[in-house]
């Protein structure tokens, strides 16, 4: 029996290339199971929309498997944040103006995926606009899709902006999620719903088809139960796109991520701890944390203090995400149908305007203040842009590249997400990965790992590594059995054994 809770995608695909499951049978178990807890039950609203052609496409994936074409995904169920643009499904950003939004093409990433034979079941609730409208919303909201919850905890945020992604592989909705980070935006899920997610260089996945916040810092990543299923799907998601500047020099458009998993990567290892970011003495993130570091030594890393200030130092912060913000996104909306609701940064904010009492609960500053910058050649906005950024880069890459080329650390490591900023302004990328349960009220905890640009490989040798001494994770029904207790979601148990 496979428990769609803590299911591989290797299992998954040997069950599927012997026959033992069907990709249509799986599609349905998923599909049953996001009724079951996703619309029903706890209502999680991960979930936003369901794709009309998921069962369409698992009966080709059928048919391919039939045919002896085993793609690296296939019949693999795979659910996408809702701004990630589908052919014939609304790319909504959780937007109540973007509701009936709908691309002209799927997004390259996409068109990798169906390639690769996953199945795309739909699209997953965020952060609106990821959490760019206005400062204050709530991980996880948005005046479309509602509030996402954390099943490991209801009261508890599930983080965002990518909060339906994380919650709908911890709660076993799917097998696979692609998400989105600006900055913090995978990471801050996947420690708080206790999965694996990871934040890219930006330029390893292309971008085209995403609706954006911010070019310079913006990246589709994957979120996955384990390190070796983040792996297969980026494997997959990996690429150059004529179409994203960002991805030409991408050095591992064609790797296969899988070979970096390696029990031994942690080995030899010089792992830099940020000494201003370790949990406060007698917390039960320290236990945790402590537990973690332990584990690094014994799998034979040398851990070595260091001093890394991962603040910006732009007095009033940086202009960075809001110019390129209103840059970016009537770039983006300009580019759809002439029938779409809306074209501009301008029409949304006006739309929002129009129904401020479905929309606007927590305002939209955010978006108001990207509106009123001159984007004009040489206008002050521009001139403090090119300056924010500028020193953005000096503060994150060059102060990182410095720090592990000193300490000749192969990366970082964090308790929770705070080098989310640095390495989002740096464009390099993270690991976050599942570290165990806090002992006062079962909460999950995470650990974070930061590296240079392109480094991947060894983030993921080193994840992977910790992960198997470790085993850590723990699904939902058994960290929070309340909560999906007698919730018809396969078994009496809410586990969801199918096969």
Known sequence: MLNLETVTVEQLTESLITRRLSAVALARACLDRIAALDERGPALHAVRALNPGALADAEAADRRLLAGDHGPLIGIPVLLKDNIDVLGMPTTAGSLALEHSYPVADAPLVTALRRAGAVILGKVNLTELANFLTAGMPGGYSSLGGQVLNPYDVTQTPSGSSSGSAVAVAAGLAALSVGSETSGSILGPACANSVVGLKPTVGLVPRTGLVPIAGSQDTAGPLARTVADVAALLTVLAARDERDPATAANPLADHDFAGDLDRAAVRGRRIGVVLGCVPEEGSDDRALWDDATQA????????????????????????????????????????????????????????????????????????????????????????????????????????????????????????????????????????????????????????????????????????????????????????????????????????????
């Open 296 to 499: 690094m030594r014994e799998l034979g890393a040398t851990l070595v203090p260091v001093e890394l200030d991962t603040r910006s130092g732009i007095e009033g912060g940086s202009s960075v995400l809001t110019y390129e913000f209103g840059r970016d996104l009537d770039t983006y909306l300009s580019g759809l149908p002439e029938d779409a609701p809306c074209r501009s940064l301008a029409d949304v904010i006006a739309f929002n305007e129009a129904h401020s009492a479905a929309v606007l609960k927590f305002g939209q500053t955010r978006a108001l203040a990207a509106q009123a910058k001159d984007r004009a050649p040489g206008s002050a906005d521009t001139r403090r842009y090119l300056a924010d950024r500028a020193q953005d880069l000096v503060e994150s890459r060059d102060r990182l590249d410095a720090l592990l080329r000193a300490e000749n650390l192969a990366a970082l490591l964090f308790a929770g997400y705070p080098g989310a900023s640095i390495g989002a302004r740096a464009g390099y990328p993270s690991l976050a990965l599942p570290a165990g349960y806090r002992a006062a009220d079962r909460r999950p905890f995470g650990i974070t790992l930061l590296g240079p640009a392109w480094s991947e490989p060894e983030l993921l040798g080193l994840g992977h590594a910790f992960e198997q001494a470790t085993h850590l994770r723990r699904p939902p029904s058994v960290v929070n059995p309340a909560l999906l207790r007698g919730r018809g979601c396969g078994v009496a148990d809410g586990t969801g054994e199918i096969g």
